[in-house]
């Protein structure tokens, strides 16, 4: 089975850009999440889609960042502008179901390195 | 609120030495956890998981973890390391709020060395 694919692998922009990620989950995967990675830290969730619907974004910072999920399959992940900060590993993830269940499994994609300069 | 703490930044074992990799968690109710291995370049494999039942965890690789809830920990353990497990390691535990909300709240990882 094909796991969670995206896109690109690394990105080097300068502060005050914009910058999209790509996301495709396994497919039939109904959740799909976003982790932001910064160096040192281990993941935190900025946004969670059930299908194409957002189920948590509460921290997201929505001044600067945006996802979507058209038709519940593909997500992008936008940041404009970016800011210094914003470097770090942005790890998509998705679950089989849509009901919030303790015994869901994330399957992590590789990430996309993101270095802002 | 719930938390994570991985109280090993880094650790070096050499090859065929045990292993155990600590974490403790605080959360309200009974804990959902996981842990994770990151290794170079890619992105997290889960190795095991703990919801209910039996304490020790047995996972993948030959990783085993035992919950204990009188010490809120979950350490990760394993009896003779393989230069292949090093690597970054990432305990966290799930964090289920109203309707569906699911998210998982890690620590902030061991790194594995392994000496030959």
């Known amino acids: 089975e094909a796991g969670v694919a995206q896109s690109p692998r690394y990105k080097i922009i300068e502060k005050r850009q914009s910058v999209a990620f790509w996301c495709n989950p396994i497919?039939?995967?109904?959740?799909l999440y976003w982790y932001q990675q910064i160096l040192g830290q281990g993941p935190k969730l900025l946004i969670q889609f059930q299908n194409n619907g957002v189920v948590d974004d509460s921290q997201l910072p929505k001044d600067r960042f945006s996802a979507e999920r058209l038709k519940g399959v593909d997500s992008t992940l936008k940041i404009q502008p970016a800011k210094l900060e914003d470097s770090a590993v942005y790890l998509c993830a998705s679950s089989l179901t849509t009901r919030a269940s303790r015994q869901e499994t994330q399957y992590f994609g590789p990430g996309t390195r993101l270095l802002v300069l | 609120a719930q938390s994570v703490t991985q109280p090993d930044i880094h650790i070096t074992v050499s090859e065929g030495a045990s292993l155990e990799l600590r974490c403790n968690y605080s959360y309200g109710a009974t804990p959902y956890l996981f842990w994770y291995v990151q290794s170079p370049g890619q992105g997290l494999q889960l190795l095991l998981k703990?919801?209910?039942?039996?304490?020790l965890v047995q996972g993948i690789k030959g990783f085993e973890a035992e919950f204990k809830r009188s010490q809120s920990s979950f350490n990760l353990r394993k009896p003779s390391v393989h230069w292949s497990d090093a690597a970054e390691y990432f305990c966290a535990v799930g964090s289920f709020g109203g309707g569906a909300t699911n998210k998982l709240i890690f620590g902030t990882g061991t790194l594995l060395a392994v000496q030959p």
């Open positions: 497919s039939g995967h109904a959740t």
């Open positions: 703990y919801f209910s039942g039996d304490t």
